[in-house]
């Protein structure tokens, strides 16, 4: 049980990173591609029906990681407080954001919480990767699994390359989607966006996810991490080509196969000890009982199919191209 919930966590997270990654990364790009008010709206509404619900894998994520493995939620955002709060506050100021910036009819006021998009958007893309990048390397653990590190501990250069990684990953995997999304003009500078800097996340992603391997990788990890390059790259190729659906779904693969990779080189840890592995939390010491384990499997079984062919019926539902001709002026 402690396995199947410990893969159940990396599902979640998968979802999380290749359906958040992309808003990311149109966040991010907000003031790159648009070159007016017109094309800010354009490219805000691409995600507007499902940013929110993108963000529900990260709540399930959370809840999962403190019902299933206590020991491990415990002490992993005791030790990674401080990033985590600011991605807490910056998630909460791009909902805000959101909602509010069409509420006035002022250039001033939505220029401020554009800046607010990009803001709750960069962060978070930032520090995922520095977060989980220090959970794969491992954290200052004492014998009850406290962490004893300090926080600049955490800023280590293997976090940062995993900071940088996946940056610029969702930049391009936002770049890819509006490629997708739109029509006209934006669409056309989305696909050389994309490429750009799309060549620039395959660098840092494969040299992250080769230090990754370095560290305690294993045939099949490799292979994985190498699966994730390729399909990247492939994806990169099919955006030059035009050829947009295709590149988004090798990049939400790419995207996932990486997030895939990291967890398998964890595993049986769940946060390694950097100062005697005795100290590791693993993924039995660290799980909650039997007993609860076997009520959230049902629970799981019963609920997640309807999260599922709700959340793929949103995405049908709106899955048309827009452009700036559909903004009312």
Not at 95 to 115: H, I, K, L, M, P
Not at 239 to 261: N, Q
Request: glycine share 10%; net charge neutral; proline share 4%.
């Amino acid at each position: 049980m402690e396995t199947i919930w410990f893969v159940a966590i990396v599902v979640l997270w998968v979802g999380y990173f290749v359906l958040e990654g992309f808003d990311f990364g149109v966040g991010m790009l907000l003031p790159v591609l648009a070159r007016n008010g017109v094309e800010r709206r354009v490219m805000i509404n691409t995600i507007g029906p499902v940013w929110d619900g993108n963000e529900v894998w990260l709540i399930t994520a959370g809840g999962a990681t403190f019902a299933a493995f206590p020991e491990w939620y415990a002490s992993l955002f005791s030790a990674l407080y401080l990033p985590f709060f600011l991605i807490l506050v910056a998630l909460i100021l791009r909902g805000v954001a959101f909602e509010y910036r069409g509420t006035r009819e002022s250039a001033r006021w939505r220029a401020n919480w554009d800046r607010a998009i990009v803001f709750g958007s960069f962060v978070p893309a930032l520090l995922w990767g520095v977060g989980f990048a220090n959970i794969v390397r491992g954290l200052e653990l004492d014998a009850s699994h406290e962490y004893v590190g300090g926080f600049w501990d955490l800023l280590n250069p293997y976090a940062l390359l995993g900071g940088l990684a996946t940056l610029t990953l969702f930049a391009a995997h936002g770049a890819i989607f509006l490629a997708l999304k739109t029509r006209g003009d934006i669409r056309a500078r989305a696909r050389r966006l994309g490429v750009r800097v799309g060549m620039v996340a395959a660098v840092l992603a494969v040299c992250f996810l080769a230090w990754t391997q370095f560290m305690g990788g294993t045939p099949l990890t490799v292979l994985v991490s190498a699966l994730a390059a390729l399909a990247f790259v492939a994806a990169l190729g099919l955006l030059f080509s035009g050829r947009e659906g295709w590149a988004f779904g090798l990049s939400a693969g790419a995207v996932g196969l990486a997030v895939i990779s990291l967890f398998a080189v964890l595993y049986p840890d769940v946060l390694p000890s950097t100062i005697d592995p005795a100290y590791s939390l693993t993924v039995e010491n660290a799980a909650a009982s039997a007993k609860t384990l076997t009520i959230m499997t049902w629970v799981a079984v019963i609920f997640l199919p309807v999260v599922l062919l709700y959340q793929s019926w949103t995405y049908w539902v709106f899955r048309r191209r827009i452009g700036v001709q559909d903004i009312p002026t």
